[in-house]
């Protein structure tokens, strides 16, 4: 007998999963979501960490995110720009720091007119990539089997510049290794903000934040749901189709403590979490071998806080970039109305393994040494220092998201959110605009929802 019984079961209260609970409950469906954290948010959690407010997880809103920006706009909060007056600085080859203003790194003539020359290439295929269907795209197969560094490598032995390219959707996006995914993995993910340009314009896509944290925007949708929202509920297994004990072809899941009867669930949370559940019917053949090739990467997010934005004075917006660095990317990450400054960098994939071998200390000093190189020996004394690691999070297992490795995006691409049965997905990693962001998630949970209205028409 189950304990709670309702139209809708949603499985996680990220910000896919309470979009999609708020979209059913509008349309008249009774829901609940059963989240396995003692908290509401998924990858999205600001924290006080010695006393200083951080955001752990997702943050930046950029100006093409018009589900999340909607969405802000109507939960009525507010955001603010990122601080960006002044030069940024990029470390080059030699280890010598360069101030700069504008998208361009200060590079040679020649490698300048490379990236540009690539730049325009690169975007011109983005531009024929459906973000929702890059598997449909004529070349999707080509693009698919060679890995975005050796792609590169193909159209330049201006190193340089292709370690400049490489990173916009290496470490600072997918952080995976550029040898590790594919072209078409990294035209979808430009694809996904419009263009290449987009991406590698940081003004564009850090642009602003929340006042008081991007984590609201889930926490005020799962305000909306009341106690149709229960915390610290693993879903454990989950029984679909016509041999359910309920004696429908709905759904039963159970937790640790729960069982829940439902006609529908939508899977609210990345993909290589499905595994977690125990299905019964076992999950259809093309799902368990699609979900084997999609892989969590890895980030580490730093915050360092100081008594003032130190960096300011010496007239530097605090943007700083080098694929030479430990830390490739950071940035003044100041609170809205703090005083204290803060800058927020990222080391990402095999640097981020690398330093997850040595000791938390040597950790904070080579991360710290690093920062150093963009803004003097000032950065080596933070007030409050915070490393993310996701890596470690059981509900999450990496950081930003899931993707596809080599071949599989147009192997399986095109079944990635196809319903099983009474079964829905809805996640970021798996949208097409705003994929691997908080607006995909936005959109994938509206659209879930959308599947399970129209089915209950047919
Ligand atoms: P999630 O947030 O992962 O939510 C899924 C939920 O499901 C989780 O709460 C999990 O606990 C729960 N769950 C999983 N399995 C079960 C189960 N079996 N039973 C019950 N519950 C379960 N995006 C941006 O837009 N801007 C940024 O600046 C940005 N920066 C980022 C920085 C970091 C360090 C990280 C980690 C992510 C960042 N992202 C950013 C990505 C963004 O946070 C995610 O894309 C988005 O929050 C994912 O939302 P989701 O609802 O799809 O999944």
Not at 246 to 258: E, Q
Request: charged residues 25%; hydrophobic residues 40%.
């Amino acid at each position: 007998m189950a304990d709670i019984t309702r139209d809708v079961l949603i499985i996680g209260a990220g910000a896919a999963g309470t979009t999609a609970a708020n979209e059913l409950r509008k349309a008249g469906l009774s829901v609940v979501v059963l989240e396995a954290r003692d908290r509401v948010g998924g990858r999205l959690w600001t924290d006080v960490v010695d006393g200083a407010m951080l955001e752990l997880g997702g943050q930046w809103v950029s100006p093409d995110q018009s589900a999340l920006i909607e969405t802000i706009d109507e939960l009525g909060l507010d955001t603010f720009s990122r601080y960006r007056e002044g030069d940024s600085v990029y470390v080059g080859p030699d280890g010598t720091l360069h101030r700069f203003t504008g998208e361009m790194f200060p590079v040679s003539e020649a490698t300048e007119k490379v990236i540009a020359e690539i730049t325009e290439r690169l975007d011109a295929m983005v531009a024929e990539v459906d973000p929702d269907r890059p598997y449909a795209h004529a070349k999707a197969a080509e693009w698919d089997t060679i890995t975005w560094d050796a792609w590169l490598r193909q159209q330049t032995d201006d190193d340089e510049a292709i370690r400049n390219l490489a990173f916009a959707t290496g470490s600072a996006m997918l952080t995976k290794p550029t040898h590790a995914f594919s072209l078409l993995q990294s035209l979808l993910m430009a694809a996904s903000a419009g263009s290449y340009s987009h991406l590698v314009d940081a003004d564009f896509i850090l642009d602003k934040r929340v006042v008081g944290g991007l984590q609201q925007v889930p926490q005020l949708l799962a305000e909306r749901l009341g106690e149709d929202v229960l915390l610290n509920q693993p879903v454990r297994s989950l029984q679909w189709g016509p041999s359910t004990s309920s004696g429908t072809d709905g759904i039963t899941a159970t937790t640790d403590s729960l069982t829940v009867s439902a006609r529908y669930a939508i899977l609210a949370h990345a993909p290589i979490l499905y595994d977690r559940i125990s299905f019964v019917p076992s999950l259809p053949r093309r799902q368990h071998q699609m979900h084997q090739h999609i892989s969590m990467g890895f980030v580490i997010k730093v915050h360092a806080v100081y008594d003032g934005p130190f960096w300011r004075e010496q007239g530097l917006s605090g943007t700083a970039f080098s694929p030479y660095e430990l830390v490739h990317e950071a940035y003044d990450n100041t609170n809205h109305g703090d005083e204290r400054g803060t800058l927020v960098g990222f080391v990402s994939d095999q640097n981020a393994d690398d330093v997850f071998e040595l000791s938390a200390e040597e950790r904070k000093e080579r991360i710290l040494e690093s920062l150093s190189h963009y803004y003097g020996p000032e950065a080596k004394n933070p007030v409050v220092y915070y490393e993310s690691d996701w890596g470690t999070e059981e509900w999450t297992r990496g950081a930003y998201a899931a993707s596809f490795d080599m071949g599989g995006l147009h192997r399986y691409g095109k079944d990635l959110r196809t319903p099983v049965g009474p079964l829905h997905f809805a996640c970021s990693d798996i949208a097409g605009a705003g994929y691997q962001h908080v607006d995909g998630a936005i959109r994938m949970g509206r659209l879930a929802a959308a599947q399970i209205l129209d089915a209950r028409r047919a």
